[in-house]
């Protein structure tokens, strides 16, 4: 592979040493530069604010409008989004290398200029108003949103995305604008870049395009806890069948044994066939088509979480066999089977896991992000690699706390007398 291994370095921009991930790869002519601002939705004041400013930043700039603007992107080929995430307000550009000086003015241009007009605002507005609208026959959507409710009480993580349509028609221009202003700052930035390109020169163009942006202050990265209080919330909507979102809390002791949580989460319900609650839920028993649950943990949240459809009269057995399977698992712990597929499937599809240049990279941040070495998954699989069902088990047993499970539901709406 015609590549180096991506490291870090800085770029000084306005007298601020920006962090810098780089990797460069010669295998296509194309470039990929991520600006990762931390921030986004928790630092919004108002729920869905982080959302919608977001989508404003997708609108062009007020020069140009969002037609014209994104005309001159696609006659160049050249990709620039903007997303927002639980801590992140994020740009993406991508671009051919023969477009990479156009690619850079364009950007400059969107963080100069955004399309910061009142028409702009009433349209994302609206879009937003209608999404939360169909989002309301959304059941899987409905279920998450209740279990976040119920999970993270009181902190951004119980905070949908959109927010509701309250926030939403609270929201100013000025609202926008001040979170804006806040977020899209030096201090705050984190940059990642990739392909072929020379790290002096990309480091040039970014402190000439970046140059817009204020210093600002600093945002600290946040650490939500999953509630230990087991709790349940069953909601009636038009549906033929029940839709089960589960979670509970998980307790990371020492972030050195994380890698434990990738197996033990395998084996218990992320890998589908051959899971725990694949087996228990559909193979054995017919309650669902797919049964899934996953621990997460080293992000913004340590939890565990899951999910499954039934027929509604099997919603009551399908939850009784999902605290089942979970009680016996902590209890019993895992087999040495389960241990040797689990190594096979995480060591030999690790490769798969790296084949693209936006997956190294996008690998490496996270690491760093969660203040790790950039090549700490790397790490994590030789520990799998020796880890034995004794240790396993010792950490399976050691997390009951996964067994203060909270339910959220929705299932059928009553129907009138008359129609019974």
Known sequence: MNAQEARVSAVEINGVSVPL????SKNLPVGDVQLVFI????????????????????????????????????????????????????????????????SFSLLQEL?????????AFEKVK?????????????????????????????TPMAVPLLGDKQSIESITLEDVEVFLKRNLVLKRLIIIAGGDMQE???????????????????????????????DSINVQKPTQQAFIYFGSPFDVKDSHQNYMARVMSFILGGSGFGSRMMEEVRVKRGLAYS???K????????????????????????????KEVVNDFIAQGASEQELAAAKAFLLGSEPLREESLSQRL???????????????????????????????????????????????????????????
């Open 21 to 24: 991930i780089f990797e460069q």
């Open 39 to 102: 921030g986004g939705r928790a630092d919004a004041q108002k729920a869905g604010l982080g959302a919608l400013s977001a989508k404003m930043l997708n609108e062009g700039t007020k020069t140009l409008g969002s037609v014209d603007f994104a005309r001159k992107l696609e006659q160049k080929a050249i990709g620039l989004y903007a997303s927002v995430g639980l801590q992140t307000l994020s740009f993406e550009l991508s671009y051919l290398k023969e477009f990479e000086d156009e």
């Open 111 to 119: 963080l100069y200029d955004p399309n910061l007009t009142l028409t």
């Open 126 to 154: 609206s879009l937003i108003l209608s999404r939360l609208v169909s989002q309301e026959d959304d059941f899987d959507n409905v279920a998450q949103r209740n279990l976040n409710t119920m999970l993270f009480k009181d």
């Open 200 to 230: 002096e020169q990309l480091k040039t163009k970014l402190a000439s395009a970046l140059g817009v942006l204020p210093v600002g202050e600093s945002k600290e990265k946040l650490h939500f806890k999953a509630s230990h209080n087991a």
């Open 291 to 293: 049964a899934y649950m």
């Open 295 to 322: 621990i997460s943990v080293g992000g913004a949240v340590d939890y565990a979480s899951g999910y499954l459809q039934t027929k509604l009269e099997n919603k009551d057995k399908a939850i009784e066999v999902v």
């Open 362 to 420: 996008g690998a490496k941040f996270v690491n760093y992000f969660r203040d790790l070495p950039l090549d700490n998954h790397k790490k994590e699989l030789e520990l799998i690699k020796t880890l034995t069902l004794e240790e396993l088990n010792a950490y399976i047993k050691s997390h009951k706390e996964i067994l203060q499970m909270s339910f959220s539901v929705v299932e059928q709406s009553a129907l009138p007398e008359s129609s019974q």
